[in-house]
């Protein structure tokens, strides 16, 4: 019996009648039953959508590299706890296999492209949490009872019901969500707009396998019976079409060749999928140009400015959704420990700007120069840690008028 198995064996029920619903559910999900285009849009050809990709790498790879710290609440100030054990789980070693940076990269991964990221907690004698084991969303179907408590049931991979878990086992990591307790799959959400990119990309690749146009007619005055113009239709293909095309053709018996000439422009193929890359990073709230899509407009400015929205914008809700299901399901969830990203990397400017700001905040006593140090990564030095007065402000309480002797 496998590890969950035995944890979930109080749980054990005779019918997998919801799992095998939920694996339904997932199958008919992502058919081609009310995609448009006709294609059929399934978790694995939507990420062979470059934009689908580049949108879940972008968000996935980015809160996942960013170091989780674990801070005391002490009134205003946020107080590291250098070495805590969740700190510890969440950035070096979730589990046995896996890196903290690879844990957190799945289960927002999952949480991104299928609306929600599931893992196991288990504990340790003391009842500790000891490692994370990530669960794909397709072994999960979660549902509210009537209590308003959720509850899991989690399959293997092959379908079969392992055991119904609580709240207190599964850390789930849920997307935007309109019941409240599962995430929308953005795969189905935007089933369309993928749907479509697919349907384009294997159209214009059709197209330039073809040289670029469709074919021709070949036409000739002579009566043909069926037999012989199904032969030379399939002749023709062979000969000049796939890796054969732009070969040269040498016609007899009367025949003419017409071509049907169509380019790339004509049949807006390249406007099409401009399009489509802009209307699939709508629906995962990531900005065109951090999937290396951008007008002839841009600049470096606003290039810098599009970057800094995209942390403010897209990731930080992101963040902010990953340190609560930290705090709740890692911590107690009301305090005074709680979890925060550091997001300092990804938010400073240039260092000419921060050489003003920080010779600013050093001169105007904002700042001490050893506080300086450390926004910079750098180790303290002695005499550094008070503040400096500039020479023409006087601390408040002295009296100018009578100077000490």
């Not at 289960?107 to 196991?120: D, I, R």
């Not at 400015?301 to 705090?327: G, I, N």
């Amino acid at each position: 019996m496998s590890f969950l198995g035995r944890l979930a064996k109080p749980f054990q029920r005779r019918t997998s009648n919801a799992v095998l619903h939920r694996l339904d559910e997932f199958a008919g999900l992502f058919s081609n039953e009310g995609s448009y285009s006709g294609v059929s849009v399934t978790r694995k050809n939507a990420l062979q959508v470059a934009t689908v990709f580049a949108c879940v790498r972008v968000l996935s790879e980015g809160v996942a590299s960013l170091p989780v710290r674990v801070v005391r609440l002490e009134g205003t100030t946020r107080v590291p706890e250098l070495g805590h054990p969740v700190a510890v789980l969440l950035n070096k070693k979730p589990n046995a296999w896996q890196t903290g940076l690879e844990f957190r990269e799945t289960l927002m991964m999952h949480a991104v492209l299928e609306g929600n990221g599931y893992a196991f907690k288990v504990r340790g004698a003391r009842g500790q949490i000891v490692e994370l084991l990530p669960l794909m969303p397709e072994q999960v179907s979660v549902q509210q009872m009537p209590d308003y408590e959720l509850r899991y049931d989690v399959s293997d991979h092959k379908g079969a019901l392992i055991g119904a878990f609580t709240q207190k086992d599964i850390m789930h990591l849920r997307g935007p969500s309109r019941d409240g307790f599962e995430g929308m799959s953005a795969v189905r959400v935007a089933q369309q707009a993928i749907g479509l990119s697919i349907a384009t990309e294997r159209s214009q690749a059709k197209l330039h396998s073809n040289g670029g146009r469709p074919g021709g007619l070949l036409s000739t005055d002579a009566k043909l019976q069926p037999d012989q113009l199904a032969k030379l239709r399939d002749a023709w293909d062979v000969a000049f079409k796939g890796s054969n095309q732009f070969k040269t053709a040498v016609l007899d018996a009367g025949f003419k060749f017409m071509p049907l000439a169509m380019s790339g422009v004509d049949s807006q193929h390249l406007e099409t999928r401009r399009f489509e890359i802009e209307e699939v990073c709508r629906f995962f709230n990531v900005f065109p140009q951090m999937v290396m899509h951008a007008d002839k407009t841009s600049t470096y400015a606003s290039a810098e400015a599009f970057f800094s929205a995209h942390v403010r914008q897209t990731m930080q809700p992101w963040l902010k959704r990953c340190e609560q299901v930290y705090d709740n399901h890692l911590l107690d969830g009301v305090g005074p420990l709680e979890t925060m990203h550091d997001t300092r990397e990804l938010l400073k400017p240039s260092a000419a700007d921060r050489e003003k700001f920080y010779r600013t905040m050093a001169e105007i006593g904002v700042y001490t120069r050893n506080e300086l140090r450390e926004l910079e990564g750098l180790a303290p030095l002695a005499g550094l840690d008070e503040p400096l007065t500039p020479m023409n402000m006087t601390p408040g309480g002295t009296n100018d008028e009578n100077p000490t002797p």
